[in-house]
């Protein structure tokens, strides 16, 4: 029933708001499904054992009740979102003027544009290549393998801003290990024997590099199928480093966008007191508890923030230019003072007088560090020699981060 009203959802957002989401598929899933998806973080995901943690960790949360999805939402060609089957009709339609906000930012910001559309169909085909590696060298190989390359991936940089728009880069020696294999076939694996000198010259030009991953496959003297296994990593981190940096830019504008496209569509009578309750629970709340500790919900920043700005500006270039940290720059004493909760906070900020900052921009720069940064630190490699890579960090690592 919910689903004859998902035309009228995107026009609504389209000619009412004037908002171009992206063509979007509406799945409705089990929780198990629906965890799983977000444990890999895409669908086709190669197989790893932090996938299953993650997934456990969500499962318990849920069955406890101390957090509930109530939908996924993958940047694709076309967007995928998964909907829980345990929310009611309205609460899909809910959810649906939700995801158009999200659709639509897949649409215009720059960071969204960094990821590749395709990357579903990439990792489809790595697993089954990662398949065939663990026949032919064997499950733990290929696990350590993957964490290697786990432990570098966040250390990883594209070479393009996709906006504007890239050129076409050159041809990758390895983008053939990205083909689907046709049925009943293996994808050969060459492995050409080491040649120290042309790999001692490409060392010596890799100095200086902060993509430690690219660094690797360029010219570590690996197999072809470790390789190939550092790329895929790569290209997957690739996708998720610029979605960490909008989280609160996307639920702060999707959540804008749903209550909104709302008000022009009654799919149901009880409606309005459904929707009010539904955007309560998810961006209506300004505090989220945790062991005593209080923290500030994204959710409701976002949408406070975004409203705030819009009654003062160019919010289009504010959707289309900006991540969560310059957006978190930009709130003022004004807006503190504006919200009930953020005014209470800075009330009981005691001053320093080493510290010249008001007792607002205290907040606003913890806010500000509260997103994340990945890479947390730079590195780069510093020297190379046949058996020993050093790497250089921009500054103090402890050890377990080294380790």
């Given amino acids: 029933?919910?689903?004859?009203?998902?035309?009228?959802?995107?026009?609504?957002?389209?000619?009412?708001?004037?908002?171009?989401?992206?063509?979007?598929?509406?799945?409705?899933?089990?929780?198990?499904?629906?965890?799983?998806?977000?444990?890999?973080?895409?669908?086709?995901?190669?197989?790893?054992?932090?996938?299953?943690?993650?997934?456990?960790?969500?499962?318990?949360?849920?069955?406890?009740?101390?957090?509930?999805?109530?939908?996924?939402?993958?940047?694709?060609?076309?967007?995928?979102?998964?909907?829980?089957?345990?929310?009611?009709?309205?609460?899909?339609?809910?959810?649906?003027?939700?995801?158009?906000?999200?659709?639509?930012?897949?649409?215009?910001?720059?960071?969204?544009?960094?990821?590749?559309?395709?990357?579903?169909?990439?990792?489809?085909?790595?697993?089954?290549?990662?398949?065939?590696?663990?026949?032919?060298?064997?499950?733990?190989?290929?696990?350590?393998?993957?964490d290697a390359a786990h432990m570098l991936r966040w250390h990883s940089r594209a070479d393009e801003i996709a906006e504007p728009q890239p050129p076409s880069p050159p041809e990758d020696p390895y983008r053939r290990l990205f083909r689907l294999p046709e049925p009943g076939k293996d994808i050969p694996v060459v492995r050409p024997a080491p040649d120290w000198k042309t790999q001692w010259r490409d060392w010596r030009a890799g100095h200086g590099e902060t993509d430690l991953l690219r660094f690797l496959v360029r010219h570590a003297p690996l197999e072809e199928w470790e390789k190939d296994i550092l790329s895929v990593v790569r290209e997957a981190s690739l996708y998720f480093i610029p979605q960490t940096r909008i989280k609160i830019l996307h639920e702060g504008w999707a959540s804008i966008a749903g209550k909104r496209i709302l008000r022009h569509l009654r799919a149901f009578p009880e409606s309005p007191v459904q929707d009010a309750r539904l955007y309560a629970g998810v961006a209506g709340v300004p505090i989220h508890g945790a062991h005593g500790s209080e923290r500030v919900n994204p959710y409701w920043l976002g949408a406070q923030l975004l409203e705030y700005l819009e009654r003062q500006g160019d919010l289009d270039g504010i959707l289309r230019y900006e991540s969560d940290r310059t957006l978190l720059q930009r709130i003022d004493e004004q807006f503190i003072y504006e919200q009930d909760v953020l005014r209470d906070i800075v009330a009981q900020i005691d001053p320093d007088e080493h510290d010249p900052r008001l007792p607002w921009q205290v907040l606003r720069d913890e806010l500000v560090q509260t997103v994340p940064v990945l890479p947390e630190l730079e590195v780069e490699v510093a020297k190379v020699s046949p058996s020993v890579l050093d790497l250089r960090a921009g500054g103090v690592v402890d050890r377990g981060y080294a380790l």
């Fill in 1 to 146: 029933m919910w689903r004859q009203h998902l035309r009228e959802v995107r026009r609504i957002a389209e000619e009412e708001m004037g908002m171009s989401p992206v063509e979007t598929q509406f799945f409705v899933v089990p929780a198990q499904e629906l965890y799983t998806i977000a444990a890999q973080g895409l669908p086709g995901m190669y197989p790893h054992w932090t996938h299953g943690r993650d997934y456990e960790r969500e499962r318990v949360r849920h069955n406890r009740g101390r957090g509930t999805v109530y939908e996924l939402v993958v940047n694709l060609r076309p967007a995928q979102a998964y909907l829980l089957d345990q929310n009611s009709d309205a609460e899909h339609v809910f959810v649906a003027a939700h995801v158009m906000g999200h659709a639509d930012l897949f649409a215009r910001n720059v960071f969204c544009r960094q990821q590749r559309p395709d990357m579903d169909v990439i990792l489809r085909a790595a697993s089954l290549r990662f398949a065939q590696y663990e026949r032919e060298y064997g499950e733990r190989e290929v696990e350590r393998v993957i």
